[in-house]
């Protein structure tokens, strides 16, 4: 069974960065796909950011504001957020795909595990 805590969440002000932290437990994920997902109140869940092992990938809202990462060594995958706004306010959870590629990097079905989620608040 694999487990992911994510971490690094929080209020942040528009304009400012936040880095989260997706920690994998339980098996051996370095060759897996991981992704970043978002939900607001009352929306549905977005897509964010995902990373296999040929490329990362962004939705439109986030690229060139948003960074993915992984460290195989640590068991853990890295979103680096900058010029945060209001709209970016969301719960965002990592998820692991049980593929070294991703088809449908944005569609949640495509990934096999979940993490319970950080919050995310940008705010004045």
């Known amino acids: 069974q694999l487990q992911l805590v994510e971490s690094g969440g929080g209020l942040v002000q528009p304009g400012g960065s936040l880095r989260l932290s997706c920690a994998a437990s339980g098996r051996t994920f370095s060759t897996y796909a991981m992704g970043w997902f978002r939900q607001a109140p009352g929306k549905e869940r977005e897509f964010v950011a995902a990373i296999d092992r040929r490329f990362t990938y962004y939705s439109d809202s986030v690229k060139g504001r948003f960074t993915i990462s992984r460290d195989n060594a640590k068991n853990t995958v890295y979103l680096q957020m900058n010029s945060l706004t209001p709209g970016d306010t969301a719960v965002y959870s990592c998820?692991?795909?049980?593929?070294?590629?991703?088809?449908?990097?944005?569609?949640?079905?495509?990934?096999?595990?979940w993490g319970q989620g950080t919050q995310v608040t940008v705010s004045s």
């Open positions: 998820a692991v795909a049980l593929s070294f590629y991703l088809s449908h990097n944005d569609r949640p079905n495509e990934y096999d595990y």
